[in-house]
């Protein structure tokens, strides 16, 4: 009997897999001949957030749908994040999507109207906030799972996992992925995620009995020169080790702008032959009008954190104004823009960049 669909779609980024996750994709195969898992986020970092990397949630996958990934009615694929851009995500997923169908579908003969000759849906909880995809890809149907498994959260999964004494989650994950997080555990990576969670509480301890949740305001500096940009390495947590943007926390008494200059100075040290750049000869290379603010709610793990962007461009020049790390950098280098890698950077600084310079 033919089954509902070709194809069914699933997006999620599984961090952990949960019971909630294998109720979809096991509903999505009794509808469809096969399903699609992708993979979201697959080029961050590890953050307390997005503690496994693509490989590793695609093993919890697999691990725990042996025999449909054996039988290839489950493919799984990652799906990185365009952040602050929503239309080049959408084409992101219609081109993995139509690249998978088409290669599988060929594989039973000739297809001639592409796309179109398959049957395409997507899968997922109807009423969870963390399926907004839902509504973007009209072009294909819908299968809207609901059901008391719509309630597992894998925040609270996190939570009680990256801590010293880890509780590991026996009963809202399938046994192959509590097997992982079991060896996970004894890890390097988990060793600094835990630490880095215990900042993040420590952090947000501090402001538990403000009358409201506070909002922090920063200011971000993207400084380029010849082809490359100066970033720091951050020395402390969070995002210990990780590149940045030259930025910080604005001051009372100080404007974006001024907080800005400031903060590039204290951690970069710009200077040039003549010795530490002025602050108005800095602010003569903002280009104001590229100037932008960049507020995800969930763009930093500290809380609402609002930030505004400033575009320098350096003149050019043989040699690049001379940098070393300073304040709370590690240190201080110029990168060359082709050589970035998203998984390097902290929080949302790689799409901050990647918008402002048009990477």
Same mark, same amino acid.
């Given at each position: 009997?033919? =089954?509902?669909? &070709?194809?069914?779609?699933? @997006?999620?980024?599984?961090?952990?897999?949960?019971?909630? /996750?294998?109720?979809?994709?096991?509903?999505?195969?009794?509808?469809? %001949?096969?399903?699609?898992? *992708?993979?979201?986020?697959? $080029?961050?970092?590890?953050?307390?957030? $997005?503690?496994?990397?693509?490989?590793?949630?695609?093993?919890?996958?697999?691990?725990?749908?042996?025999?449909? +990934?054996?039988?290839?009615?489950?493919? @799984?694929?990652?799906? &990185?994040?365009?952040?602050?851009?929503?239309?080049?995500?959408?084409?992101?997923?219609?081109?993995?999507?139509?690249?998978?169908?088409?290669?599988?579908?060929?594989?039973?003969?000739?297809?001639? /109207?592409?796309?179109?000759?398959?049957?395409?849906?997507?899968?997922?909880?109807?009423?969870?906030?963390?399926?907004?995809?839902?509504?973007?890809?009209? %072009?294909?149907? /819908?299968?809207?799972?609901?059901? %008391?498994?719509?309630?597992?959260?894998?925040?609270?999964?996190?939570?009680?996992?990256?801590?010293?004494?880890?509780? *590991?989650?026996?009963?809202?994950?399938?046994?192959?992925?509590?097997?992982?997080?079991?060896?996970?555990? *004894?890890? #390097?990576?988990?060793?600094?995620?835990?630490?880095?969670?215990?900042?993040?509480?420590?952090?947000?301890?501090?402001?538990?009995?403000?009358?409201?949740?506070?909002?922090?305001?920063?200011?971000?500096?993207?400084?380029?020169?010849?082809? /490359?940009?100066?970033?720091? !390495?951050?020395?402390?947590?969070?995002?210990?080790?990780?590149?940045?943007?030259?930025?910080?926390?604005?001051?009372?008494?100080?404007?974006?702008?001024?907080?800005?200059? !400031?903060?590039?100075?204290? #951690?970069?040290?710009?200077?040039?032959? =003549?010795?530490?750049?002025?602050?108005?000869?800095?602010?003569?290379?903002? #280009?104001?009008?590229?100037?932008?603010?960049?507020? #995800?709610?969930?763009?930093?793990?500290?809380?609402?954190?609002?930030?505004?962007?400033?575009?320098?461009?350096?003149?050019?020049?043989?040699?690049?104004?001379? +940098?070393?790390?300073?304040? &709370?950098?590690?240190?201080?280098?110029?990168? !060359?823009?082709?050589?970035? =890698?998203?998984? &390097?950077?902290?929080?949302?600084?790689?799409?901050? *960049?990647?918008?402002?310079?048009?990477?």
């Amino acid at each position: 009997m033919s =089954k509902e669909f &070709d194809f069914l779609v699933f @997006i999620g980024r599984f961090q952990p897999l949960h019971l909630g /996750h294998r109720h979809v994709v096991e509903q999505a195969l009794e509808k469809a %001949e096969r399903v699609i898992v *992708l993979v979201g986020s697959a $080029n961050l970092g590890r953050s307390v957030r $997005n503690p496994f990397t693509f490989a590793e949630r695609e093993q919890m996958i697999r691990a725990t749908f042996r025999k449909a +990934v054996a039988d290839k009615r489950l493919i @799984i694929r990652p799906l &990185d994040d365009v952040s602050y851009n929503d239309s080049a995500w959408i084409a992101l997923v219609q081109k993995s999507v139509d690249d998978i169908v088409l290669e599988a579908g060929n594989s039973g003969g000739m297809v001639l /109207h592409g796309t179109a000759d398959f049957r395409v849906g997507l899968a997922g909880f109807g009423r969870d906030s963390s399926s907004y995809y839902l509504k973007l890809f009209p %072009e294909w149907g /819908h299968l809207d799972i609901s059901g %008391e498994y719509s309630a597992f959260t894998a925040t609270q999964i996190r939570a009680d996992l990256l801590r010293p004494a880890p509780i *590991l989650p026996r009963d809202s994950c399938p046994a192959e992925v509590v097997e992982f997080l079991a060896d996970f555990r *004894l890890s #390097e990576p988990f060793a600094d995620l835990v630490r880095e969670a215990a900042f993040i509480s420590d952090y947000k301890a501090r402001w538990a009995s403000a009358p409201y949740a506070p909002t922090f305001v920063t200011v971000d500096a993207i400084v380029v020169q010849a082809g /490359h940009v100066l970033l720091v !390495r951050r020395g402390e947590q969070p995002g210990k080790g990780r590149l940045a943007l030259p930025g910080g926390f604005v001051d009372q008494q100080e404007t974006l702008r001024d907080a800005v200059i !400031r903060e590039l100075r204290e #951690e970069t040290h710009i200077a040039d032959q =003549k010795g530490p750049i002025p602050p108005a000869m800095l602010g003569s290379f903002i #280009e104001d009008a590229e100037s932008r603010v960049f507020d #995800e709610p969930h763009r930093s793990s500290r809380g609402r954190t609002i930030t505004h962007a400033f575009l320098f461009r350096c003149p050019q020049r043989e040699a690049l104004f001379s +940098v070393r790390g300073g304040d &709370d950098a590690a240190c201080a280098a110029w990168h !060359r823009l082709g050589d970035l =890698k998203p998984e &390097d950077f902290f929080e949302d600084h790689w799409f901050i *960049l990647q918008a402002m310079v048009g990477l």
